[in-house]
Every structure is written in structure tokens, then in C-alpha cells.
């Protein structure tokens, strides 16, 4: 085989092996959801909600806003914008594992349970209210519209 026609092969072998590892870590990361949004409140089933994060966005002029909700060790729901006070710059987010969320960029790991009002500032997620009513998990619009300053 000449030396050209090689060098085509191990060209096209590389971006062939390039196209399938990007495919596997698209398909490999957590599935990004959007929420049911009417008279301007967001609402997830609560069947929907389980130990394992589930991930959402939400649009508002254009700026996409991420979001996690999951159900916490103690039968409690968390949510919380995907991203924090430290390293929000970095877009990079959270993800789980088990039943801590781990920051992306610096590594510092918080408890899903733990999540909430008390649990503010620096690394910890960004503290995202939410209210369980009936079988439904709503968060309002203007709460959400409250994390833009994160993305």
C-alpha cells in the first residue's frame, strides 16, 4: 500500500473513531428534559421524580436555564439550578453520584438531601424553591427566570 493511500486510511480510521466518541459521550450524559409549563408555573409529575436526577431546561429569551430535580434518601424533592455562586462561569455543571450531586469543575460534592435554603452560596448547587402539590412538583416561571444570572 502506498505511503498516500495509507495515510487516507489512518486519516479517515481517526475522524471515523473521533465521530464515535463524541457520539458516546453525547448519548453517554444524562438526558436533558423541558418541563410542562402552563399559567406560568413549570410542572413535573412526581411519578416522574426518582433517586436518580432528572435534568431540565428552561428557555426565556433565548438563554437556555438548567435545572435538577431528584428525590432525596429521606423521601424529600430537591431541586436546584445546574450551576453555582463559585464556578457558574465555567458552565459546567453537576452530576450525580449516588446520592451526592458532584461539581464538574472543582470536584466538592453536596448531598441531595442537604439541598435547599440552607444550603447556599459558594460551590453548594444553586437553591431552586419548589412546592409539591397533589402528585405535581411546580416552580414558578419568575423563580426560574431568577437563575439566568448563572448561564
Not at 24 to 48: N, Q, R
Not at 130 to 150: M, R
Amino acid at each position: 500500500m502506498s505511503g498516500t493511500r495509507m495515510g487516507r486510511l489512518v486519516r479517515g480510521t481517526i475522524a471515523a473513531g473521533a465521530v464515535l466518541v463524541g457520539s458516546v459521550a453525547f448519548f453517554g450524559c444524562s438526558k436533558v428534559e423541558t418541563a410542562k409549563i402552563e399559567g406560568g408555573v413549570v410542572t413535573i409529575p412526581v411519578a416522574k421524580v426518582t433517586e436518580q436526577a432528572k435534568f431540565y431546561k428552561y428557555v426565556d429569551n433565548g438563554k437556555e436555564i438548567s435545572y435538577f430535580v431528584a428525590k432525596a434518601p429521606d423521601g424529600s424533592y430537591k431541586a436546584a439550578f445546574n450551576a453555582c455562586d463559585s464556578c457558574f462561569r465555567e458552565k459546567k455543571g453537576y452530576e450525580q453520584q449516588g446520592s451526592v450531586m458532584n461539581c464538574i469543575n472543582c470536584n466538592q460534592k453536596f448531598a441531595i438531601d442537604r439541598l435547599g435554603p440552607n444550603a447556599t452560596g459558594g460551590c453548594n448547587p444553586g437553591y431552586l424553591p419548589i412546592e409539591v402539590k397533589g402528585d405535581a412538583i411546580t416552580i414558578p416561571e419568575s423563580t426560574l427566570k431568577g437563575g439566568a444570572k448563572y448561564f
